[in-house]
């Protein structure tokens, strides 16, 4: 087969495109430290990759979740917390209200401080968490979880809804708890019976015909409830909190594995690419000069 002038400088050309080319895509890995710029470097590897890069990111997204979980628990907590001291305060007035020599206007007294209390107990079981929803009404979190009947009766507005959230693969996590659990409203009326109880000893503090003893006695056992309910959801709430812990844990263990895998099927090895960079700029140099003295003898022969 005769080769022509055209064909040499065809291949030669052909030849110091492609160095060009694989000088280029070593640039392109030093520059990024990367092994794999395209799947054709290395198919199975940048599968791979993909699988392991599309997990760390629902793990990045469990952890996110997870963190919103410990925040919206936390301010749960907190709100448990302040309903504890209410009702042990009210536990304690009704105690100080079963001393016998107390008067008609000493009962009156402590029926007035209580009746602060509920109030501030209202407003509570009404709080809205840190996004703007109402922290115990359910599902139903754009409205107010309770609402005062025309005979004082404090009813239930939400639902039994509990809102949780995505923090694990397998783990949705409540972060919120309905105020009829909280507040013990009735599942027939939505009638709480703690607010029931605070609101039945205030009016027979203020009656002088009331039979006090009586009175204190059933009060004392309403807040032992209630208080024993309420320590109940705390211990619930402060497990899932311990329960976040574990998962948060886990969830740095695991976007530690990821990263290192991806590093495994990704990363540069520095040292030997540079020497291929070294060598393919090294052939291509001389690859060069050998196409320059080729063409130059080629066009010598056809003008001679």
């Known amino acids: 087969m005769r080769i022509s002038t055209g064909m ?3 291949a030669g050309r052909n030849s110091m495109m492609r160095q060009s080319a694989d000088l280029v895509h070593t640039q392109q890995q030093l520059s990024s430290g990367l092994r794999v710029l395209r799947p054709s470097d290395d198919p199975i590897a940048a599968a791979r990759a993909l699988e392991v890069t599309q997990s760390k990111s629902v793990n990045t997204q469990f952890q996110t979740n997870q963190g919103y ?3 919206a628990l936390a301010s749960l907590e907190s709100t448990l917390g302040s309903i504890t001291e209410i009702l042990t305060d009210v536990r304690t007035r009704a105690v100080e209200a079963g001393n016998g020599a107390f008067s008609d206007s000493e009962h009156r007294a402590i029926a007035t401080d209580l009746e602060a209390q509920f109030n501030a107990l209202l407003g509570i079981a ?3 968490d840190a996004t703007g929803d109402y922290q115990f ?3 139903q979190s754009a ?4 609402s005062v ?5 404090v009813i239930y507005e939400g639902d039994a ?3 949780a959230m995505q923090v694990g693969s397998t783990r949705v996590m409540p972060v919120a708890e309905p105020g009829s659990k909280v507040f013990m409203a009735d599942p027939a009326t939505g009638e709480s019976q703690v607010f ?3 609101s039945q000893f205030i009016a027979a503090l203020r009656d002088p015909a009331s039979d006090k003893g009586a009175a204190v006695s059933q009060a004392i056992g309403d807040m032992d409830a209630a208080l024993e309910n309420v320590s109940t959801i705390r211990a619930s709430v402060g497990s899932r909190m311990v329960e976040l812990d574990a998962l948060g844990e886990l969830a740095a263990a695991h976007d530690q594995q990821y990263a290192e895998t991806l590093s495994q099927l990704q990363d540069l090895d520095y040292n030997e690419a540079i020497s291929r960079f070294t060598q393919q700029q090294t052939i291509l140099e001389a690859a060069q000069q050998s196409y320059v003295r080729v063409t130059g003898l080629s066009l010598f022969n056809l003008l001679s």
């Open 126 to 128: 009404n709080v809205k």
């Open 137 to 139: 009404a359910g599902y």
């Open 161 to 163: 809804g509990e809102r």
């Open 69 to 71: 979980a410990k925040g």
């Open 143 to 146: 409205q107010p979880a309770f």
């Open 196 to 198: 029931g109880a605070i």
């Open 8 to 10: 040499i400088f065809d």
């Open 149 to 153: 009947g025309v005979s004082g009766e």
